[in-house]
Structures are given as C-alpha cells and as structure tokens.
C-alpha cells in the first residue's frame, strides 16, 4: 500500500523510456531523475523533456493529478526540495477531493482478500488429499479426458469435503 508512487530514473542508463513498456510510469505520481549533476546535467534535462512528453500519452489520473518530472541530485542535494514539495503538493489535492481515503480504503479492501486468496490457495495446495488428485486430473485435462472445469470442480468437491 502506498499513497504517493515517485519513480526513480536514472539520465543516461539507456533505459530512459523503457518504462512505458514495463508499464510502470503510468503508475508514478512523480518521476524524479537522480544524477542530474556535472557531466549528466544535459542528459538529465533530455530525458526529463523525454519523461514529460511521455506522460501525454497516458490517460488522466484516478486522482485526477498530472504526474510531474523532477530533475535531482542526491549527491549535490539539488531538487530534493522539489521532490518533498511536489509530495506535499499530491497530498493536499488528493486529500482536498476524497481520493486519498477513497484511494487507502480500495488499498486496504484489496489487500484484506489477497491475503484471503493467499491463504486458501496455500491450504488447498499442501492438502494432502489434493497433492495425490492433482496430478490425476491434471493429466486428464491435457488428454481431454475432462474438462478443465470438471477437473477444478473435482478438486475443488475433494478440498471441502474433507474438511
């Protein structure tokens, strides 16, 4: 669970924009490009140009905040203000319209039932009833001896039957 999302960049590691394709940028509230200093400055300023355009083409926030791109330099400690501001900034417009809570509540909401699914996908699993099905039926699915359905319903009758 998070309430801000800041995706840390590096200028000049080649991977710039690779984050489109792994999908993660459409999930930063902010990007900050670290390393902006010395002989990495023109760098930096080019992939924040490169970020900011980006951004454009990715739909309009839950939140309905515009994602911001932020140069830095942790060794020199420039931009580190802008971070924090820009963090200070998210809260007070998602708190101002509700998405903050309504964002923590879905949060908590979806992790309460992953650690539901978690547990009984780990229950069902180390039964030792199902361990010696499992397979069985496994290999009857691929040889079209049942449907994958009936396999998961067998399985499924085994688990809460021998509870």
Known sequence: MVDFFLLLMLAGAGDELQGIKRGIMEMADT?????A???NINKAKLAKAQ???ALHLFPPTESGWVPKVITCSA???NGIDDIWNTINDYLIHCKSDGYFLANRNRQAKYWMYETINAAVKEKFYINTQIKNKLKELENDVISN?????????MLL???FNSK
């Open 157 to 159: 009758d085994l688990y």
């Open 31 to 35: 990007i900050a490009i670290n390393k």
């Open 37 to 39: 200093d010395g002989s």
């Open 75 to 77: 060794l020199k400690n």
């Open 51 to 53: 970020f900011e355009n």
């Open 145 to 153: 001896k049942v449907s994958s359905f009936v396999a998961a319903k």
